[in-house]
């Protein structure tokens, strides 16, 4: 096995093992292509939204949030270009009868699996197709949506209507998209039901230089909130011929994974082609009229557009440590305290004295005002056992409660979970230590 490979096994088991992240309909034999969040990976997927929603919309006064739903009448995905086009090269082993995406085949006429022969390339289309109502013609046809962008776009002329932001502005939402990918693979970095943070931000056409320019800042910034280190992004500039049919400029955002270098996130300038697209099919008037200029146009667009799940295992893969601490070896995560399911577990040292857990329970109840549902409290075997289950959920901080705290009014040890150190803290001290 290669040491990437073993790094996902790691990986992977250690999400399974603590309640991250388990495979879809496992007890079934699974789903391929689907990921089920548990307890611990629902409370890390959520501080990486709101901290999302927190850096785009909130601290902003030029983001308007969406939620649109995710079934949207045939015609949006018409004026898209995806019923015609969002498609990926097929081929089939006419051996062993396996798909591959022929784009992601080195040699494109032997089958990687059984070295049967391939045959012609097709174009499949990746939007899972439906009916909505009871019957089942043409007219019924919808699509789980694969990208959240259009629901923001056929919202344009609602948001104008009622809001009337000044140009510019953006829209921004999250939210489940699907894709019926041929391969998917590599844990949740290819997946088909995913979810995104996305925004369209709309501006004059002169303009959409400099807000390019702005998002691409916006982006490093981001990754570094979430505690990436810099040196594993990277900028790539898409070049002309290779770009979405929609964009005139791309910069996919790639991260080293495990298993390689590979899109993150990516951000492109849509020009006006979807709002005039949905104008042309819809017969909607989808333009900006400019008060101060007396100018009507359509405004151009840009689109940051980040995947949830990309996110949230280039945060595992990044913390995914191992070392040696007090002569044993573990394997952690750190995490950023900004992303960890929990800022800080409170522990009694011993779980059979009530006077060490009843203090234990006050600190707990203090720290849970400041810190909400990211306050874990643990009595369960020894405190070296405590401490290894929470390095390994990525928890910064371990505080235990002893006979000194209750008797010699001495403080609580705080523990350090990157270099095990431990110190004395007064209570009255400890939000501000763990921060
Ligand atoms: P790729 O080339 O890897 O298939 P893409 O260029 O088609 O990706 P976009 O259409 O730009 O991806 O989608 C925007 C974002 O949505 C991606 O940057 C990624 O973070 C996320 N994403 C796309 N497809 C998937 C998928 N199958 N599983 C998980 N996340 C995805």
Known sequence: ??????????????????????????????????????PLGVMLK???????????????????????????????????????????????????????????????????????????????????????????????????????????????????????????????????????????????????????????????????????????????????????????????????GDRAHYSKRTIDFEFDYPFGKKELYGLAYRTDFDLKAHTGLSKVDLTYYDEDTKERFAPHCIEPSFGVDRTVLAILSDAYTEDELGGEVRSYLKLSPNVAPYRVAVFPLLKNKPVLVEKAREVYAELKKVFGAKVAFDDNGNIGKRYRRQDEIGTPYCVTIDFDTVEKDAGVTVRNRDTGVQERVAVKDLVNKIG
């Open 46 to 240: 959520n501080n990486v939204k709101a901290l999302w929603w927190k850096r785009f919309v909130d601290t902003r006064d030029d983001m308007y949030g969406v939620d649109a739903a995710i079934l949207m009448n045939q015609n949006a995905w018409k004026a898209s270009g995806h019923v015609a086009g969002f498609s990926d090269p097929l081929v089939e082993c006419e051996k062993c009868k396996k798909r591959f995406r022929a784009d992601h085949l080195e040699d494109k006429k032997k089958c990687p699996e059984c070295g049967g022969k391939l045959g012609a390339e097709k174009q499949f289309n990746m939007m899972f197709k439906t009916n909505v109502g009871a019957t089942h013609d043409e007219n019924s046809i919808s699509y789980l949506r694969p990208e959240t962008a259009q629901g923001m776009f056929v919202n344009f002329k609602n948001v104008i209507d009622s809001l009337h932001p000044k140009l510019p502005f953006g829209l921004a939402q999250i939210g489940k998209a699907f894709r019926n990918e041929i391969a998917p693979r590599d844990f949740l970095f290819r997946s088909r039901e995913f979810e995104q943070m996305e925004i369209e931000y709309f501006v004059h056409p002169d303009n959409w230089k400099e807000t390019f320019e702005h998002f691409v800042g916006q982006v490093h910034g981001w990754t570094k909130d979430i505690g990436l280190e810099s040196a594993h992004v990277h900028e790539l500039e898409i070049p002309d």
């Open 1 to 38: 096995m290669k040491k990437e490979e073993a790094v996902m096994e790691k990986i992977i088991s250690l999400c399974k093992r603590r309640g991250f992240i388990f495979q879809g309909s496992e007890i079934y034999g699974g789903l391929a292509g689907t990921w089920d969040y548990g």
